[in-house]
Each structure stands twice: as structure tokens, then as C-alpha cells.
């Protein structure tokens, strides 16, 4: 089974309009984080935002927010205030803390092309 | 940036040849993870080394190997190339074995033909 999933191939948002990117996970392990990717076509990975499982609060970076529900493991990334520059590629991915996991081993959804426009 | 180098930027070989990438890792770090990202997909965890050994090992054949040396410096090796193997290859440097914040490189595109 996938252990994230991006259901959202692509989305397309008008400037100064908020989004939505959709990522659910599966993981039986209590303890984990997920993380959120920007990827821009020059390839490089760029961290977003954090949040770990035992987190009460939702994360929030800037104009960057992550809506954790637990209960449905969905980790949506939302984010306010779009910018042409925001354009790229998101990943959502996983890490496990269970004991004999590789630390630091990330597992990454398929992505989802965010197109900004004018 | 990150800190993190790679090199080269970009590389084609053939069929059946032999390659290896190298990446330089953040300074203060002792952790490279190297991931194998295929056109449209997610990057795929290849292999993990902590103060220079294996410390991890995705879905991989034995063809991949790595290196890491006394700096911390990583390198990938790909041997008897396939066509499959035309991706584009990320390393990421952390602190603690991974127990940290992990940075990515730029990235090597391999083409094989």
C-alpha cells in the first residue's frame, strides 16, 4: 500500500487566492512527521512545513498552514495568499520513528503540479 | 541554498555503463540519504549513510552501492545501467543519523540510453 497519497495531479489558483493540497497517509506507527515539499523545476527539494503526530496544533509557516486530522490521516497543506512564484511541484512525504525504521528515511507522494495564475 | 552540492548537474551514459555521482553535505552534518526521483513520481529512498556506513537501504538492487567518506561526503554508484535508471538523483544531508531536518542537493540528471 501507498504510504501517501496526492490525489490532485495538478491545481490551478488565481494570484492572491488561497489553496488546497490534498495528501493522506498510512502508517501504523504512533510516532511520525510529515512533511510538505516545494519543488521548483530547477529540481531542487525545498522544506515547507512540519508536523509531527503528537503535535496539538496544526503547523503553520508563514503563508504556509497544514491541516492535520488525525482521525481521517489526511495532512493537507494550505496555502493563503497565492503567489506567481508559489508555481511548482508540492510533495507531501513521511517519516516513521518506530524503533528499527532508517531514520530519516522519507516516503513521498506523487506530487501535485500547482500552477499560479495572473 | 542548502549547502548541499552535486555533482555533475547533469550526465548521460549508455546502456550497461557504470556511473558514479557525488554529493557534498551541509557543514556539521554527518547523515546522506540518496533518493531516485523518475519522471512524474516521487523521489525513492535509495540508501542512507550514517558516519560512514549503510544505515538504511530502500527497494534497491545490489547494482546501487554508495560511499561515505571521513568528511562526510557521499558518493552513489550505479553499475550495468538501464534504461530505468534515467532519473534524477537527490541527496539530502541531516544531522544525528536523520533525526534531524534533512537538506536537499540540487540534484544529478542521469539520462541512459
Known amino acids: 500500500a501507498q504510504k501517501i497519497t496526492q490525489t490532485q495531479p495538478g491545481m490551478f489558483v488565481q494570484e492572491k487566492e488561497a489553496v488546497t493540497l490534498d495528501c493522506t497517509y498510512d502508517?501504523?506507527?504512533?510516532?511520525?512527521?510529515l512533511f510538505w515539499y516545494k519543488q521548483p523545476s530547477s529540481g531542487e527539494m525545498i522544506f515547507l512545513i512540519y508536523?509531527?503526530?503528537?503535535?496539538?496544533q496544526n503547523a503553520t509557516e508563514g503563508r504556509y498552514s497544514l491541516n492535520f486530522q488525525k482521525a481521517r490521516k489526511s495532512a493537507n497543506l494550505v496555502i493563503s495568499a497565492s503567489q506567481l512564484g508559489d508555481s511548482a511541484m508540492y510533495f507531501c512525504?513521511?517519516?516513521?520513528?518506530?524503533?528499527?525504521?532508517?531514520?530519516?528515511?522519507?516516503?513521498f507522494g506523487r506530487g501535485t503540479q500547482l500552477t499560479v495564475w495572473p | 541554498e542548502t549547502g548541499v552540492t552535486q555533482s555533475p548537474t547533469h550526465l548521460i551514459k549508455t546502456r550497461g555503463q557504470q556511473v558514479t555521482l557525488r554529493c557534498s553535505s551541509q557543514?556539521?552534518?554527518?547523515?546522506v540519504s540518496w533518493y531516485q526521483q523518475a519522471l512524474g513520481q516521487g523521489p525513492q529512498f535509495i540508501f542512507q549513510?550514517?558516519?560512514?556506513?549503510?544505515?538504511g537501504r530502500g527497494n534497491f538492487p545490489p547494482r546501487f552501492s554508495g560511499l561515505q567518506f571521513p568528511n562526510y561526503s557521499s558518493e552513489l554508484n550505479v553499475n550495468a545501467l538501464e534504461l530505468d535508471d534515467s532519473a534524477l538523483y537527490l541527496c539530502?544531508?541531516?544531522?544525528?543519523?536523520?533525526?534531524?531536518?534533512?537538506?536537499f542537493g540540487p540534484g544529478t540528471r542521469l539520462t541512459v540510453t
Open positions: 539530502a544531508s541531516s544531522q544525528q543519523g536523520g533525526d534531524y531536518e534533512q537538506y
Open positions: 502508517t501504523s506507527d504512533p510516532s511520525y512527521g
Open positions: 508536523q509531527g503526530s503528537y503535535d496539538q
Open positions: 512525504a513521511m517519516r516513521e520513528y518506530a524503533r528499527g525504521s532508517t531514520l530519516g528515511r522519507l516516503y
Open positions: 557543514s556539521g552534518h554527518n547523515t
Open positions: 549513510y550514517y558516519r560512514e556506513e549503510e544505515n
